[in-house]
């Protein structure tokens, strides 16, 4: 159903994704998982048309995403992190709008509008300018445009994100019900393992760009947990972070603890110095703790599908 080889994006010297590959069937549930700025949305963006590949191929229900992009679009729903909307029209009028540029047929227009207004709890405010709803409403809209004419392939980049608890576990078994159905293949970027661990059958690992690892979760606990019971989460940082170095490296700015003297030896200071002895040279000015910065990706805004 999906197929990536090689697939390279690349912004001047820097490769946003470099030589990513991996293939999804009919029916897989993918969970995404990478740090900020590893590449996750912009392979998703690559994956829906919305951002060309520097070179690599990649296949979406049988179609080059490259050479045929609009058969790729209408068997695709797209929930980009900004969800693309309109703040002028109605929720109403905005799913309408939607449905007529995937092309459902007029006579079934309104009963599809309602299908996905009720999956998505949002035929409620139907009526109501989306200017003037919450960002967890807003979100649920964004949802319903993307599983509009119910498409083969779906791309969810943090479908969760600004809702509140009862919100999340509506969203959750709404994927977990296309799921079930068998008729939709979904790829779930998100920072919450514990959506991977209830929806997702195989995982995607990404950093700086590259794969680190591609497995079902029961493969990833099979060859990383030598015999200890992990969580997704532990295998996770064992995947990006293997010494331990990121999760102790010191925040940007962050002035270094200053060391306990040792007891026994006594101070530096308060020592006596040795007739003869030389003095200590004095520390180069502005010497101070090494800071590191990661780079995000470039910022794209989204287009409605």
């Known amino acids: 159903m999906i197929e ?16 990513l590959s991996f293939e999804l069937e009919e029916g897989d549930i993918l969970g995404f998982l990478g ?9 998703m963006r690559v994956l829906a048309g919305f951002l060309p590949a520097t070179s690599g191929s990649a296949k979406v229900a049988g179609f080059d995403v490259f050479e045929q992009p609009l058969e790729v679009k209408r068997r695709l729903g797209y929930l980009p992190e900004q969800p693309p909307l309109y703040p002028d029209m109605t929720v109403g009028s905005y799913l309408r709008f939607c449905a007529e540029v995937k092309g459902i047929a007029s006579k ?20 109501r300018v989306i200017a003037n709803l919450s ?4 979100q649920r809209v964004g949802l319903a445009q993307a599983i509009i004419g119910s498409p083969p392939v779906l791309i969810l980049d943090e479908p969760t994100v600004g809702l509140d608890p009862l919100q999340i576990i509506e969203v959750r078994d709404l994927v977990r019900d296309l799921a079930a159905s068998g008729k939709h293949t979904i ?7 514990q959506e991977v661990t209830e929806l997702c059958r195989k995982v995607l690992v990404i950093k700086s760009g590259k794969l680190v690892d591609f497995d079902t979760i029961e493969g ?14 532990e295998i996770y940082l064992r995947l990006i972070d293997p010494t331990g170095e990121l999760r102790h490296r ?24 040795s007739a003869g002895a030389p ?19 470039p910022p794209t805004k989204a287009a409605a599908n």
């Open 187 to 193: 790829i779930l970027s998100t920072h919450i393992l």
């Open 250 to 273: 010191p925040a940007e700015g962050a002035t270094p603890a200053p060391q306990t003297p040792n007891a026994d030896a006594g101070s530096a200071e308060s020592a006596p110095q």
């Open 108 to 127: 079934g227009l309104k009963a599809e509008i309602d299908r996905v207004a009720r999956l998505t709890r949002v035929d409620d405010v139907l009526g």
């Open 35 to 43: 740090p900020n700025g590893a590449g996750k949305t912009t392979t």
């Open 279 to 297: 003095s200590p040279e004095p520390a180069p000015a502005g010497a101070g703790a090494e800071t590191t910065s990661s780079d995000g990706e």
């Open 4 to 19: 990536v080889k090689g697939l390279t994006k690349r912004y001047r010297d820097r490769a946003a994704i470099e030589g």
């Open 220 to 233: 990833l606990r099979s060859r990383h947990v030598d015999g200890k019971e992990l969580s997704l989460e």
């Open 135 to 138: 960002k967890g409403y807003r």
